[in-house]
């Protein structure tokens, strides 16, 4: 069998087939439009000015201490800050995280 021979799409399908590659090529460039431009906030002055951490992470850290400081012995908050301090170790590359991490676990299993 020999299938060298194409069968061409009839021109509705083609016509539909390239309405819809542009319309995934406009929602995947909407998309990265609106990553970026979330992602560029972190430099806004009023973010810092303000005090409160921009990335999920940095804000999951900082909900969880608010949390400890009314109930310092809450071993799931306290768990649960444990894991964000070694995923924030593990994003930064800084090991000081580690022993953060390790001191909330500790808390968390007393």
Known sequence: MRFSRSFPLPASRRRLAALSALGVGAVLLVVTAVGLTVGSDTSSPVAHTIGVPVDP?????AAAQER???NPDDAITLAQLGSA???QAR????PSYYQRAQAALDRSMA
């Open 57 to 61: 992470l940095s804000r999951s850290i």
């Open 68 to 70: 400890l400081r009314s």
């Open 85 to 87: 301090y070694v995923e």
């Open 91 to 94: 994003v930064t590359a800084d």
